[in-house]
Nanobody, 123 residues
Framework: QVRLVEAGGGLVQAGGSLRLSCAAS????????MGWFRQAPGKEREFVAA????????DYADSVKGRFTISRDNAKNTVYLQMNSLKPEDTRVYYC????????????????WGQGTQVTVSS
């Protein structure tokens, strides 16, 4: 069992930055690939970024490439999402998730999920 707790969301103006963090419980954090997803009310959850167990491989949605950076610190059991050049359309609830195995973009194979953190970007 892995418990994930996100933090760092908030209100920011367009063009600003936020850094989300996701702290994981347990001793097996380094065995999980980690992902960030986001969801707007009434919409499906969408992929944002993912990182491999070692951190050597990452993947991003086209909509955030060049603006967002995912990273992890296995010694701290934490994954991060640095979000720069934020746009109003980035306004969503952001979730981190964990899965065994390789980095994938589909949310259905992620086994553990955090409770989410709201990011609001004002124009």
């Amino acid at each position: 069992q892995v418990r994930l707790v996100e933090a760092g969301g908030g209100l920011v103006q367009a063009g600003g930055s936020l850094r989300l963090s996701c702290a994981a419980s347990g001793r097996t954090f380094s065995t999980y690939a980690m992902g960030w997803f986001r969801q707007a009310p009434g919409k499906e959850r969408e992929f944002v970024a993912a990182i491999s167990r070692s951190g050597s491989s990452t993947d991003y949605a086209d909509s955030v490439k060049g603006r967002f950076t995912i990273s992890r610190d296995n010694a701290k059991n934490t994954v991060y999402l640095q979000m720069n050049s934020l746009k109003p359309e980035d306004t969503r609830v952001y979730y981190c998730a964990a899965r065994f195995g390789a980095v994938v973009t589909g949310p259905e194979t992620y086994r553990y999920w955090g409770q989410g953190t709201q990011v609001t970007v004002s124009s």
